[in-house]
């Protein structure tokens, strides 16, 4: 029983996500981010070597992301900084994110986001233009990966795409010989 194979697909995913993350870093860099952290994170986790999923990770992300982004800043601006405050916007947005229909995957990616952006807060000198900073940095950085993510998973769908076509052309085309029976 085989446990282990190295193959090609393995080996071009894990070139899509280098490929991303390199992408993502430098360009960031470029533009002076000094974090670049949910970046590569969601390169990584939107990343998949079914396109229609990278598709589905990259929509889910990127709602949850932006949903607890708000929901956490709207309870800090409105009900200051807390325990329970934060367990409010937790709460608020599991209801959101369980309550409608055709809610992206990955729902739980909206209350670890409203976690993410009210600890700093809580746990020091932060204030809510912090917070907000925070808030905006990380919601740029995550779509921005997912983005980067998405694109090269295009790319690589299309390759792929025009790979097999070019395949399935050659094997119509090809005839193999017909053996003569040999009559005596």
Known sequence: MKYFSLN???LSFALRILLGCVISWWTLDL???TRKVWALISVIVVSDPDFNAIRQNAVSRM???LVGCLIGLFFIYFFGVGFWPM????AVSVII????KNY???WKMAPVTVIILSIPVMSGPETLKSAMSVAINRTGEVLYGSLIALLLGLIYYKIEERYLRKIAAIDKT???PVKEEMHE
């Open 97 to 100: 994110s369980t309550s409608f």
């Open 104 to 106: 992206p995957s990955s």
């Open 87 to 90: 367990m409010a916007a937790v």
């Open 8 to 10: 090609h697909h393995a």
């Open 174 to 176: 090809t005839t193999l």
């Open 63 to 65: 709602v949850n992301t």
């Open 31 to 33: 533009l002076n981010d």
